[in-house]
């Protein structure tokens, strides 16, 4: 028995008859072919699968499609503008946020949720922030370099504040 | 890690949420914010036959002030709970336990009620419930109930909820801030080993203590609460009281904490949370 959805993913209308059982990050990356969200561990814990719902950060193993029928649902493809990186991917790209790169579209969109909740987030908030998100090369140190730089970078486009020392 | 084949309804009221309760009996699950359910779901754990979403019913995550005490929806998540200006003025102790669940992404989707239904003997928001002498109410084709939390946890993962019954709010008496809430985590998820919630109301000269994590239901520690009764609380009246935060209960054991390892954080996070609450009053 499949069940009609409409879901708006980075800006575009989708509808699809699915499974109730069907797990969001699989109707991402299996039915709308959006493979930037990742599946580390699809056991509620590494939060490589990290996507925005109605702009909340949720780890998207542990929804079901069916449940994201009405919302507005942002992954990692959704987050650049016009060919320009957000600047939480300008954050990872400028302070190597990364090594092998299997976290990196779950830590980032967790970085941007870290920045919706805290304008000037400190590294503690950040690192509070990031704790759903496992990383088993960097040692977390330059990720956390690269979601303060891009609080800075944000200030600075808004401008407010703007130090851009980090 | 795929559920087995479900069916799947969201009603928009309770009463249709009971009703199709009712129609389903024990082979339907109410689906909450899922961070229990489906986890066990994918581990063919649960393999329930409908799924009731109440995420949509209007309302049920309401947070407000009704006849002089703070009401919560049971759809109300983590993350709201840790984020409202309300419970950050009446009922603090609520949003400090809310801010230790888990992580954020599980914040943004866990809900009070599931957490009290679902009754995970680490579970972080029973010792508070306890503590503050919550009140729950469930729906059912019977009508409504309450009932008090210190009647609510009946044995590890099981309470009084029947099967066709809805928890739908659960309401606590405004407190001051002299609260707070300790505890030791397991590091992976964050459940607690040991988590123990302390309510200090200075005037009556009474103290609160509600634990978590170390026995299979959580439990008031009444012995401790009846030797602090009319005492000034002193570090070492606390202390010696706190070192009676596990009588009677028998702690569990496994991979993360041993049963004297866990009567032990008992007795040090009872102590550690009263002299806490008395320094925030
Ligand atoms: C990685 C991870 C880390 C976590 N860490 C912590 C932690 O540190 N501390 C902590 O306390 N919890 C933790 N949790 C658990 C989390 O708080 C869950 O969200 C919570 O226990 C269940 O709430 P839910 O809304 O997700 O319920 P669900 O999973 O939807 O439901 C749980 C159970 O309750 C029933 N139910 C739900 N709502 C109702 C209702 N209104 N009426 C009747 N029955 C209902 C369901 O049928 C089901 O049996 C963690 C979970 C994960 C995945
Ligand atoms: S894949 Fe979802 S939390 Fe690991």
Known sequence: MTQTIR????GTAREHA?????????????????????????TSICGACTVLVDGKAVKSCTMLAVQADGSDVTTIEGLARNGSLHPVQEGFWECHGLQCGYCTPGMIMAGVEILQRHARPTREQIAEGLKGN????????????????????RRAERGVGGDLKW | ???????????????????????????????????????????????????????RIAGLNTIAERDGRVVIGTMATHAEIESSALVARACPLLGQVAAR????????????????VHADPGADFPAAILALDAELRLASPRGSRSVKA?????????????????????????????????KSEQKASGFAICGVAAIVDAQAKTVAVGVTGVASKPYRATAVEAALRGRALTPDAVAA?????????????????????????????????????????
């Open chain 2, 1 to 55: 890690m795929i559920p087995a084949t479900f069916s799947y309804a969201r009603p928009t009221t309770i009463d249709e949420a009971i009703a199709l309760l009712t129609k389903h009996g024990s082979g339907a699950k109410v689906l909450a914010g899922g961070h229990s359910l489906l986890p066990a779901m994918k581990l063919r754990l649960a393999q329930p036959e409908v799924l009731i979403d109440i995420g």
């Open chain 1, 18 to 42: 699915v499974e109730p059982r069907l797990l969001l990050v699989h109707y991402l990356r299996e039915v709308c072919g959006l493979t930037g969200t990742h599946i580390g561990c699809e």
């Open chain 2, 150 to 182: 210190a009647a609510f946890f009946e044995a590890m993962m099981q309470t009084v909820v029947q099967p066709d019954e809805l928890l739908f709010e659960i309401t606590v008496p405004k407190t001051a801030t002299s609260a707070a809430y300790v």
């Open chain 1, 134 to 153: 496992l990383c088993r090369c960097t040692g977390y140190v330059h990720i956390i370099d690269a979601i303060e730089r891009a609080a800075g970078a």
């Open chain 2, 241 to 281: 009281a706190a070192a009676l935060a596990a009588n009677g209960v028998e702690p569990l054991g496994d991979i993360h904490a041993s049963p004297e390892y866990r009567a032990h954080l008992a007795a040090v996070n009872t102590k550690r949370a009263i002299l806490k609450a008395v320094a925030q009053g």
């Open chain 2, 101 to 116: 669940i888990g992580d954020a992404q599980v914040r943004n989707r866990g809900t009070i009620g599931g957490s009290l």
């Open chain 1, 7 to 10: 879901v708006r993913i980075n």
